[in-house]
């Protein structure tokens, strides 16, 4: 038996000096917006005749405050492992590890008595088993070296709390002495004109927003499995087929707290869509959020530990080495990757979920569902010993092949960012204020109409995820991907420990260009509605200035696929 354990122990002090939108982010729906508030600030309008007063951005963001902010972070962990030999032919192992991520106190300055999430950092241990086996079984075949081993593994692991966040918890509470993020939308009191950045708190315009983790906030958890069975084929080929399982849960995900779910309005949209290309009918309605529950604040993100991913993969390999001259691997795999849209990225002051009021809709194929990938790779050495002058002549060349093809990564149907707003009869809204866009609308708003905005971009106005809950997230998809890349090699001896070696190294031999970028807006929303009730969604079919949905917009330009390229290399060995 064999027992293993070990401690470590990850200490990091962290230094920051900035502010996420320092100078201020205008953000345009489209590029016509920009060029108008380029050409001429606050000329927009609800209609489409370019005269008005209103800004055409659709929304702005800026973070005033504090800029330098140091902490520390400490990680923890011991695990213990053992081995046992039951049997010849019979291995196990066991184990357990021990994590705690041991989070800062936050700044009393800058906790926010309206917010006591922002007086604490989760900070917890856990612990994750893990167990092993490999079972060689008790046949062998007529043929020696023939064997069948079973492999197996179970483990739970957990995930840290990144820094970023960390850093989010601390500084962005809301508290007067905190970094504050502003949004203004075109319709808000003191809206900046293009570009206009303030040099200080725009509190007498604004609310600012808020961060902070969410009660019971879990660290991340992953149980992973996988089930092998390698079969040799003889002394020189191994076949193995595999399942892989990864069951993850706890994963983070923002929402915003501060939107009023019960008190809801609703918009109807226009679709324009002569050719009907799109997925939406001729009109389309949506919910509206227009109303905070704490009006001193305006987006209060709660970072959440609710969100759930499921991984499962099935595959087989094949492995050979014939002789001194030829190994050759292959192997396919078919996978599916189902998850609730966990939040994933750096957090920068945005959330992303569609409807903070149904969290079901989240619930979808993941972006990294990549579902069959077969690769394959082949080295070649020349099968002779030549001796003397004609070994440097004829010996030491190489040539390896590895390639492969892959089904297209998923991506999701978009709709510009715009914030929508509904209008009201004056009448109305003297009698509801705000709540007038409830009031069902009984034909053509006569007047001056009072344009009511909603909290943030997409069609319900919630200013979280910018797609379709009809359509759903990741249903379409990429086209699938090709790759064969070469390296040709030659080793001259030079006598004693000395040699040279040539290499010519090929990406992508064929020049095939794989699909890197498409165009995943599909509506464009045309900003405030009219005063029959509607606003227009138009679908982007190439016909209207932009580039048509699902149109290829860039090939060959990641590090994984790019156009040819050819290196040659020379390496002096002594």
Request: glycine content about 10%; proline content about 6%; hydrophobic content about 35%.
């Amino acid at each position: 038996n064999q027992v293993n354990v070990g401690y470590a122990l990850d200490y990091v002090r962290d230094h920051t000096s900035g502010l996420t939108y320092a100078t201020g982010a205008y953000r345009y729906s489209n590029k016509e917006d920009f060029v108008a508030d380029l050409l001429s600030p606050d000329s927009c309008d609800a209609s489409k005749t370019g005269k008005g007063n209103l800004p055409c951005w659709s929304t702005y963001r800026q973070t005033t405050g504090p800029t330098d902010f140091t902490f520390d972070t400490a990680d923890y962990a011991g695990f213990l492992t053992e081995t046992l030999k039951l049997r010849p032919d019979l291995t196990l192992a066991v184990g357990a590890r021990y994590d705690y991520e041991k989070l800062p106190k936050p700044n009393a300055t800058l906790v926010n008595p309206d917010i006591p999430q922002t007086a604490s950092l989760p900070s917890e241990g856990n612990v994750s088993p893990r167990v092993g086996f490999a079972w060689e079984l008790p046949w062998s075949g007529d043929r020696h070296g023939v064997t069948t081993v079973v492999r197996g593994g179970f483990g739970i692991f957990y995930g840290r709390i990144p820094n970023t966040s960390v850093l989010a918890a601390l500084t962005q509470t809301g508290a007067p002495g905190a970094q504050r993020i502003y949004l203004f939308k075109p319709l808000d009191v003191g809206a900046p004109k293009f570009p206009f950045v303030f040099s200080s708190h725009p509190y007498v315009q604004v609310k600012p927003d808020a961060t902070y983790f969410a009660t019971g906030f879990q660290h991340p958890r992953a149980m992973q499995a996988q089930v092998s069975v390698e079969q040799s084929l003889g002394r020189h080929l191994r076949m193995t087929l595999s399942y892989w399982g990864s069951f993850g849960q706890d994963l983070p995900r923002i929402v915003d707290q501060n939107i009023d779910l019960q008190n809801v309005g609703h918009i109807t949209y226009s679709v324009i869509d002569p050719e009907k290309l799109g997925p939406l009918p001729v009109t389309y309605t949506s919910k509206f959020y227009y109303r905070r529950l704490n009006a001193n604040y305006q987006q209060m993100a709660a970072m959440e530990s609710n969100a759930n991913a499921r991984y499962q993969a099935v595959g087989f390999s094949l492995v050979g080495r014939f002789s001194h001259a030829m190994a050759l691997t292959l192997g396919y795999r078919y996978a599916h990757a189902v998850d609730d849209n966990p939040y994933t990225a750096a957090y920068r002051g945005r959330w992303d979920v569609l409807d903070p009021g149904n969290l079901a809709l989240e619930h979808g194929t993941s972006n990294e569902d990549i579902r069959d990938r077969l690769r394959g790779g082949l080295v070649l050495h020349e099968p002779w010993h030549a001796e003397g002058w004609m070994g440097n002549l004829l010996n030491g060349y190489t040539m390896a092949m590895t390639g492969g093809v892959e089904s297209g990564r998923p991506y999701t149907m978009r709709i510009s960012s715009t914030v929508p707003t509904m209008s009201c009869s004056y009448q109305e809204w003297l009698e509801a204020g705000a709540s007038c866009v409830q009031i069902p609308l009984q034909g053509v708003i006569t007047g001056v109409p009072v344009s009511i905005s909603a909290l943030g971009g997409g069609l319900d106005g919630a200013g979280g995820g910018k797609w379709l809950p009809q359509v759903g997230r990741n249903t379409f998809r990429y086209p699938g991907t090709f790759s064969a890349n070469m390296r040709l090699g030659k080793k001259v001896t030079l006598g004693g420990n000395f040699a040279l070696e040539f290499q010519a190294d090929v990406t992508n031999v064929l020049n095939h260009s794989n699909v890197t970028r498409m165009e995943t807006m599909g509506y464009s929303l045309r900003g405030v509605k009219t005063s029959t009730g509607t606003a227009d969604l138009t679908y982007l079919s190439g016909a209207n200035g932009h580039a048509a949905f699902g149109a290829v917009t860039n090939t060959n330009s990641t590090r994984t696929y790019t156009d040819r390229q050819i290196e040659l290399i020379m390496k002096l060995i002594f």
